[in-house]
Structures are given as C-alpha cells and as structure tokens.
Nanobody, 123 residues
Framework: RVRLTESGGGSVHTGGSLRLSCAAS????????MGWFRQEAGKEVAGGSV???????TYADFAEGRFAISKDNVKNTLYLQMNSLKPEDTAMYFC?????????????????WGKGTQVTVSS
C-alpha cells in the first residue's frame, strides 16, 4: 500500500494549463498501475487518465488530446499535464494506485487513493 498526496491544483482561465503531481510514499510505485480521476460537484468519481504497470496509457474521452499522464519512478511521483482547460474540467482530481489491479475501470477495486486537489477553470 502507498500513501498518495496530490498537489498542483488551482484556479485558471479557459485555455490555461496546470500540472498535477501525486507523490507516493511507503512503497516504490515502479510496478504500480496509477491513474488520475476526477469528481465534479454533485457527481460520482469518473475515469480519466491511467498509466498501467506495462507503461500503457488510456484516457477518457474528455482527456484525450489535452491531458498527458506520466510517472517519474526516481521521484516516485505521478503527473498529469492538463492543457486547453475548459470550465467543465472544474473538479476535484484524485490520484489512485494499485500494485495488482491493472484494469482501472472498476474504481472500487483500486486500493490506494489520495485526498485530491481542486481544479477550477473559469471562463
């Protein structure tokens, strides 16, 4: 199990960029699958960007072409570069990780979650 701490959220205008970071502690996440998910106000947590333990990436439709997930195994940190942000990207963004689970389509199966970082995009 790992402890995940997100940072990098904030307030930007439409078209702006942010880079989220997720620092992991308690274990080395080199062999973990990790991902970024988000929760809009009043809605459930939804899928976003996933980097599995083979190095393959998958993105939800809203993230495709605008967001990029990456990991620095030396720093034990996961990143999410978000470009061309829109007001509908406003949400709490959560980092998640699991050493065994590769398919992140079932969020309940993912073992470790951070507390989130808020992203607000204004028009």
């Amino acid at each position: 199990r790992v402890r995940l701490t997100e940072s990098g959220g904030g307030s930007v205008h439409t078209g702006g960029s942010l880079r989220l970071s997720c620092a992991a502690s308690g274990d080395n996440v080199t062999t973990y699958s990790m991902g970024w998910f988000r929760q809009e106000a009043g809605k459930e947590v939804a899928g976003g960007s996933v980097l599995d333990n083979t190095g393959s990436t998958t993105y939800a439709d809203f993230a495709e072409g605008r967001f990029a997930i990456s990991k620095d195994n030396v720093k034990n940190t996961l990143y999410l570069q978000m470009n061309s942000l829109k007001p509908e990207d406003t949400a709490m963004y959560f980092c998640a990780a699991d050493e065994i689970v590769v398919d992140f389509s079932n969020l309940e199966a993912i073992g470790d979650w951070g507390k989130g970082t808020q992203v607000t995009v204004s028009s």
